[in-house]
């Protein structure tokens, strides 16, 4: 691949781990944003997965295509970019109106739907979009300022199900170009306030949202994987048994896939708030290894971060990467002393601990994409975060809607096994997935 062509972000880079985690080695991460036509931003970049195309399921068709937040879609055949030409953004429409005239008077939709992931049925040659749908109380804003607790906040969050108002049995991608609008049919987890409620019986769970179909291969089994409280102040992954894309299989609970870590330091969202979430997980396939590409910390400030964490089955249970803090680099964060911490692949928050980059800011929503370039497997992780330049508003944080969509080649040296994660230790599993770096000069 030639990088020469796109602008390449140098940053400089904290420690690589060796079998020592002491080790260090200083270098550059290669780093580009994705050239979006008038610089578009594009928060959470979701990639379709297509286990029906088991040539590349990255790709459908020929291209790699992403949802997001905002109402658009993203498509590009390559990561060897030559120009913004090579990117195209469409615009997508959503019809919501299936909530809307169920939803309770004191609540409002918040916004646009968060998260929009997409999925394709081979057997019914239907598209599915999983959302989530945020509402809020009309008026908890102004309860917040007054001192109301906001965890839990005064929102509701459920996941849905959309249908495409086109499906034929043609290519998928033909399908997918061939949809006008997505309408919102069923909720799939969570339920939104209705007028039928009153004040009393509305208990509120903001803790049901970035859920994702996954499933091997054709045929297999499908899981929902979405972002779930675990208790009073944490939330993790977990993946939820489907009957079929739009119907969950209510016999069987929800999966825990990856959950923090009370002893963790670096797993706290806002200092000493005691909160800690892990979130947006997208789950890949990598050789015979799932990998769970996970962010923790806070999306508008500069305690977001990537980590990945690895299983032999796509069930799990997930293990992180981890390496002894012998230094106490996290002394100073809640809980903070000498053991175990979770190496991150790319994090802007401790200068001191490893993969830490300046030029972009609160690094998320990552996943890692598989493109053949010249007949060799090229591995990329895509992510969200703001411009160096950017700075955070007047409530010290960074505006959400500014994030953009970048890529970085990594380098993948996973054991070819199907039991490579049971036969090996977190230390050794620091260096299965790397972003490549460039020397320094």
């Known amino acids: 691949m030639k990088l020469a062509r796109t602008a390449v972000l140098t940053v400089v880079c904290g420690l690589f781990l060796t079998h020592s985690p002491k080790a260090q080695e200083k270098g550059r991460f290669a780093v580009n944003p994705i050239p979006a036509p008038g610089n ?20 459908v068709g020929n291209d790699f295509v992403f949802f997001s937040t905002q109402d658009k879609a993203m498509s590009f055949p390559s990561f060897d970019f030559r120009s913004p030409s090579d990117v195209t953004v469409r615009p997508i429409s959503v019809d919501v109106s ?88 069923k909720e799939l987890i969570g ?13 509120f769970d903001y803790a049901n949202y970035a859920g994702k179909l ?68 997208n ?14 910390g806070n999306y508008r400030s500069d305690t977001y971060k990537i980590g990945i964490a690895y299983s032999d089955r796509l069930t799990g249970p997930y293990e992180k990467v981890l390496a002894r803090d012998l230094d106490n680099v996290w002394r100073n964060y809640p809980g903070g002393a000498s053991g175990d ?10 200068p001191n601990w490893f993969n830490f980059i300046r ?19 090229q591995y990329f992780m895509t992510f969200a975060g703001y411009p160096q330049w950017m700075e955070p508003r007047g409530d010290q944080q960074y505006n959400p809607a500014a994030r953009v969509a970048y890529f970085a080649p990594v380098s993948v040296n996973i054991p070819n096994s199907a039991s490579a994660v049971a036969s090996s230790g977190s230390y050794d599993r620091a260096h299965w997935v790397e972003l490549q770096t460039q020397p320094l000069r």
């Open 214 to 281: 996954v499933q091997d291969r054709v045929g297999d089994p499908i899981y929902l994987i979405y972002v779930k409280r675990l208790g009073s102040t944490m939330a993790g992954i977990v993946a939820q048994p489907m009957l079929s894309p739009d119907t969950v299989d209510t016999s069987r609970p929800p999966i825990t896939l990856l959950a923090p870590d009370l002893r963790r330091s670096s797993e706290y969202r806002d200092g000493a708030s005691g909160l800690q979430i892990i979130e947006t997980a």
């Open 283 to 296: 789950v890949v396939k990598i050789r015979q290894t799932w990998a769970l590409l996970y962010t923790t």
């Open 40 to 59: 578009e931003t594009f928060p959470d970049p979701f990639p379709i997965l297509d286990p029906s195309n088991p040539a590349n399921r990255n790709k």
């Open 98 to 185: 299936f909530l809307q005239q169920r939803l309770n008077p004191a609540f409002r939709i918040a916004g646009s739907f968060w998260a929009k992931n997409v999925f394709y049925d081979q057997r019914t040659c239907a598209w599915h979009m999983i959302a989530s749908a945020v509402v809020a109380e009309t008026d908890w804003q102004s309860k917040a300022r007054s001192g109301m607790n906001i965890w839990p906040k005064r929102l509701q969050t459920s996941i849905v199900h959309l249908s495409p108002d086109y499906t034929a049995c043609s290519t998928p991608l033909a399908a997918l170009n061939q949809i006008r609008y997505w309408r919102v049919d």
């Open 191 to 203: 339920r939104i306030p209705t007028i039928s409620d009153t004040a009393g019986t509305i208990v």
């Open 359 to 377: 030029h972009v800011k609160a690094p998320g929503v990552p996943t890692i994409l598989m493109e053949t370039i010249s007949g060799h497997d």
């Open 341 to 350: 911490e979770v190496v991150y692949l790319l994090q802007g928050q401790n």
